[in-house]
């Protein structure tokens, strides 16, 4: 659980930055995201992660229920946006790869930080996928 809230956490401190103004690529995926984490809007959040990033948080779930948890949670319930301020202040987007169905977009700040986000195309929309180790 801790692993998951981490890399939730991580994800959603990149909160900042623009809206995807009506795109749908990659770079706008990620912008989207970050665009919700900083308006503290988990379900959206959720709602922007692919396939394997949502049955991760899915089985983390499920799992959690299945040790004897009483309260009912739902999926966006253990996505983190908010708590922590972010690291550092992404400042834009760069798409580095996109071959097919996947991509990698580049999150960068004015001092030069960056951070490399994994996106996928579910249907006709990307959506961002988490490291989980």
């Not at 948080?57 to 009483?70: E, F, N, P, V």
């Not at 253990?78 to 202040?89: I, R, Y």
Request: aromatic residues 6%; hydrophobic residues 45%.
């Amino acid at each position: 659980m801790k692993l998951a809230r981490a890399a939730l956490l991580a994800c959603a401190s990149l909160a900042a930055g623009a809206g995807c103004a009506g795109r749908d690529d990659p770079e706008a995926a990620v912008e989207a995201l970050i665009a919700a984490a900083r308006a503290g809007d988990r379900g959206a959040v959720y709602a922007r992660f692919g396939a394997r990033t949502r049955a991760r948080i899915d089985g983390l779930l499920a799992s959690a229920q299945r040790t004897g948890g009483t309260r009912t949670l739902r999926p966006e319930d253990l996505v983190t946006v908010g708590w922590l301020q972010p690291a550092w202040e992404p400042a834009g987007t760069r798409l580095l790869r996109r071959e097919g169905t996947e991509a990698e977009v580049d999150v960068f700040s004015a001092p030069g930080d960056h951070q490399t986000i994994r996106t996928v195309l579910e249907g006709k929309t990307w959506k961002v996928e988490l490291p989980f180790r």
